[in-house]
């Protein structure tokens, strides 16, 4: 891998934006299979991220090869060739009882966001790459793992060992950022 992993004498928020300087959607990995201590950081670094509510995330670990590969041909946004698969789904009989309707639709979703990015932070750190498949059908994916109805899938991230010559990143995605209201732009300000 030709990028660093971050360094371990810096400052703990020197080790964070220097994990998230690294962070990037990889889609081309070696055939080696993460350890399953690696794999383990990875589940930790999803259970530090917010939820609303105990009991709501749920984490499928996929390393399975006939899985993953049935995931690959089934999910048409898994444009990668990774040997695992970290699936976030969220119960969402749970999170009715105690958010209602929005925490189901919004909550939910915000969470798996959150318990992604984390996951994506805390990859480089350890040597790995991930992508998020952002193409799939739920129905799909529930019957690939067997999830009951209440049980949703929301997000999918490919984990894996990136070659060492992996294709550089796509640059230049920076948000619009305003400064009080829209429109008035953050730069002007300072």
Same mark, same amino acid.
């Given at each position: 891998?030709?990028?660093? /992993?971050?360094?371990?004498?810096?400052?703990?928020?020197?080790?964070?934006?220097?994990?998230?300087?690294?962070?990037?959607?990889?889609?081309?990995?070696?055939?080696?299979?993460?350890?399953?201590?690696?794999?383990?950081?990875?589940?930790?670094?999803?259970?530090?991220?917010?939820?609303?509510?105990?009991?709501?995330?749920?984490?499928?670990?996929?390393?399975?090869?006939?899985?993953?590969?049935?995931?690959?041909?089934?999910?048409?946004?898994?444009?990668?060739?990774?040997?695992?698969?970290? /699936?976030?789904?969220?119960?969402?009989?749970?999170?009715?009882?105690?958010?209602?309707?929005?925490?189901?639709?919004?909550?939910?979703?915000?969470?798996?966001?959150?318990?992604?990015?984390?996951?994506?932070?805390?990859?480089?750190?350890?040597?790995?790459?991930?992508?998020? /498949?952002?193409? *799939?059908?739920?129905?799909?994916?529930?019957?690939?793992?067997?999830?009951?109805?209440?049980?949703?899938?929301?997000?999918?991230?490919?984990?894996?060992?990136?070659?060492?010559?992996?294709?550089?990143?796509?640059?230049?995605?920076?948000?619009?950022?305003?400064?009080?209201?829209?429109?008035?732009? *953050?730069?002007?300000?300072?």
């Amino acid at each position: 891998m030709t990028e660093s /992993v971050p360094d371990t004498n810096s400052s703990p928020a020197e080790a964070v934006f220097e994990a998230m300087r690294l962070r990037r959607m990889h889609r081309v990995f070696t055939s080696e299979l993460p350890g399953a201590h690696v794999l383990e950081r990875l589940v930790y670094a999803a259970g530090r991220a917010q939820v609303a509510r105990p009991g709501i995330r749920h984490l499928i670990v996929v390393t399975d090869p006939r899985l993953v590969r049935t995931v690959r041909h089934a999910c048409p946004g898994f444009v990668n060739n990774a040997p695992a698969v970290i /699936v976030i789904c969220s119960d969402l009989r749970k999170a009715h009882e105690v958010m209602g309707p929005r925490g189901v639709e919004v909550v939910t979703r915000l969470d798996s966001g959150a318990a992604a990015g984390y996951i994506t932070i805390a990859a480089p750190t350890l040597g790995i790459g991930v992508c998020k /498949v952002t193409s *799939w059908t739920e129905e799909v994916v529930q019957a690939i793992f067997g999830l009951p109805d209440h049980i949703r899938p929301e997000v999918l991230m490919a984990i894996g060992i990136p070659v060492a010559n992996h294709p550089k990143p796509v640059k230049g995605f920076r948000p619009d950022v305003h400064h009080d209201r829209y429109g008035q732009d *953050w730069s002007d300000t300072r």
